[in-house]
């Protein structure tokens, strides 16, 4: 069985800055109403349809807006050879960390 590793919000970012990939699982209409700028999408249900997109040297930091379905994503890619990690709190701990959300334009968003 392969070992899930959780980070929080500042451990995510420091992540991504150093060149892991920010998965965001959560459902379309929840990723068009906010999301960290620069994350990739790609819902829970589709995510064994996209395995080969990703590379497997590449850190992912799989997120939603809880923490359940994205640990059951960053599982998931660890059994398909990736590595993978779970934001622990999900988007709900990303802006309660005060982190910045985005909208479909890009534009930041004010929650």
């Given at each position: 069985m392969?070992?899930?590793?959780?980070?929080?919000v500042?451990?995510a970012?420091?992540?991504?800055?150093s060149?892991?990939?920010?998965?965001?699982?959560?459902?379309?209409?929840?990723?068009?109403?906010?999301?960290a700028?620069g994350?990739v999408?790609?819902?829970?249900g589709e995510?064994?349809?996209?395995?080969?997109?990703?590379?497997?040297?590449?850190?992912?930091?799989?997120v939603?807006?809880?923490?359940?379905?994205?640990?059951?994503a960053?599982?998931f890619?660890?059994?398909?050879?990736?590595?993978?990690?779970?934001?622990?709190?999900?988007m709900?701990?990303w802006a309660?960390?005060?982190r910045?959300?985005?909208?479909?334009?890009?534009?930041?968003?004010?929650?």
């Amino acid at each position: 069985m392969v070992e899930l590793r959780t980070v929080n919000v500042a451990e995510a970012l420091e992540l991504v800055t150093s060149g892991a990939l920010l998965l965001d699982v959560r459902e379309d209409n929840e990723w068009q109403a906010g999301r960290a700028r620069g994350a990739v999408h790609v819902a829970l249900g589709e995510l064994a349809d996209h395995v080969g997109d990703f590379v497997t040297d590449q850190l992912i930091v799989c997120v939603c807006r809880s923490g359940v379905r994205s640990k059951r994503a960053s599982l998931f890619l660890l059994e398909q050879g990736l590595d993978a990690v779970n934001l622990e709190g999900g988007m709900l701990a990303w802006a309660s960390d005060g982190r910045d959300l985005v909208g479909d334009l890009g534009d930041p968003l004010v929650i």
